[in-house]
C-alpha cells in the first residue's frame, strides 16, 4: 500500500526530566509577572509574546532546541539524506497556561511549515475532553468512508491528550483547537511555528 495523501500528527516523547520542567514552570510563572499577553486564539488563557525562541533563560534555550531538533528529526523521517544544514530555520514560540475553563478556538498556523506544541503541565484529573486537542482533517469528503472504517485515517477530525514532556507536531496548516481544561491544575504549553527556507548558495 502507499498513502497517496495523509495527514501526519506526530507525537513524540521528550527526554526532558521531570525536575527541568518543574524548572521551566518556574520560570514561565515569572515571565508572566511581566508579560500582559496577547489575544490570539486564546480563550481565558495567557498566551505569552511569542519570543520565546529568544528568552535568555537556560530552561527555554533548551525547550526551545529539543523543540527545533524535533522537526529535524521528523524531516529526516521522511528523507534520510535531509541536511538540515541546508536550510535557514526560523521558528517562533510562545506559551499557553490554560487555567480551569480555558481554551483555544480553531485556527491554524499561516506563514509556516511544521508547528508544535509541548506539554509542559499536563493536568492528571481528566473528565470528558478536557485539554485534549482536536485536529480537523482538512479532506472532509472521507466522512463516509469514515463510517465503515473508523479511525483509519478518514475521519473528520482526532482527539488527543498527549501528556507531560510529550510533543506533537503537525503540519501548519492542519486547523486545530484546544478544549476547556475542566481541571482544577493549570494546562501548561509551549507552542512553536517553524518556518524552513533554503539557504541560498553563495
Ligand atoms: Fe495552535
Not at 39 to 63: A, C, M, R, Y
Not at 130 to 149: C, D, H, T, W, Y
Not at 186 to 199: E, H, P, Q, V, Y
Request: hydrophobic share 35%; with cysteine; proline share 5%.
Amino acid at each position: 500500500m502507499q498513502l497517496g495523501f495523509s495527514v501526519p500528527i506526530h507525537l513524540i516523547e521528550s527526554d526532558l526530566e521531570n525536575s527541568f520542567l518543574e524548572d521551566l514552570k518556574k520560570d514561565i510563572y515569572l515571565i508572566r509577572k511581566n508579560d500582559s499577553g496577547a489575544n490570539i486564539s486564546n480563550n481565558q488563557g495567557w498566551h505569552s509574546t511569542p519570543d520565546l525562541f529568544l528568552k535568555k533563560e537556560d530552561t527555554f534555550k533548551k525547550v526551545c532546541s529539543t523543540c527545533a531538533s524535533s522537526i529535524a528529526s521528523i524531516m529526516k523521517s521522511y528523507d534520510g539524506e535531509f541536511n538540515p544544514e541546508t536550510l535557514d530555520a526560523r521558528f517562533s514560540g510562545w506559551i499557553n497556561v490554560n487555567p480551569k475553563g480555558g481554551s483555544n478556538v480553531l485556527h491554524s498556523h499561516p506563514n509556516s511549515h511544521w508547528s508544535g506544541v509541548f506539554y509542559v503541565q499536563q493536568p492528571t484529573e481528566v473528565e470528558g475532553f478536557s485539554g485534549m486537542i482536536e485536529f480537523v482533517n482538512p479532506n472532509q469528503e472521507g466522512r463516509e468512508l469514515a463510517k465503515l472504517l473508523p479511525k483509519s485515517g478518514f475521519d473528520n477530525m482526532i482527539r488527543i491528550r498527549p501528556k507531560t514532556g510529550q510533543i506533537v507536531i503537525f503540519p501548519s496548516y492542519v486547523l486545530h483547537s484546544v478544549y476547556p481544561n475542566n481541571s482544577n491544575q493549570d494546562r501548561i504549553t509551549i507552542a512553536f511555528n517553524s518556518l524552513l527556507l533554503k539557504k541560498k548558495k553563495s
